[in-house]
């Protein structure tokens, strides 16, 4: 059974970090891009970053870059998205996603940033 779960969100000031970080399991995690999205409230869904199989490649957002930094350690089956110098629009639920044949998405976990 394919599991994909999130956490490390919670509430920030702007300027200020969080680190997520989405555990997965049920599949060769080492052979799957892994995928962070994220929603917020009244909006679509939007791709934050992505990182290949074996972590060589990466791909971010016009609005993120230069600030989040995605990574993922394949011993731990784990992906992480580093959010640096957060802003009031990067709030939103952070999900984590995985195409392993079919397309997995975690539960997600809420970024809020507000002073």
């Known amino acids: 059974q394919v599991q994909l779960v999130e956490s490390g969100g919670g509430l920030a000031q702007p300027g200020g970090s969080l680190r997520l970080s989405c555990a997965a399991s049920?599949?060769?995690?080492?052979?799957?891009?892994m995928r962070w999205y994220r929603q917020a409230p009244g909006k679509e869904r939007e791709l934050v970053a992505s990182?290949?199989?074996?972590?060589?490649?990466?791909n971010y957002a016009a609005s993120v870059k230069g600030r989040f930094t995605i990574s993922r350690d394949n011993t731990k089956n784990t992906v992480y998205l580093q959010m640096n110098s957060l802003k009031p629009e990067d709030t939103a639920v952070y999900y984590c996603?995985?195409?392993?044949?079919?397309?997995?998405w975690g539960r997600g976990t809420q970024v809020t940033v507000s002073s």
């Open positions: 996603n995985a195409m392993a044949g079919p397309v997995y």
């Open positions: 049920g599949f060769t995690f080492r052979f799957v891009t």
């Open positions: 990182i290949t199989s074996g972590g060589g490649i990466t």
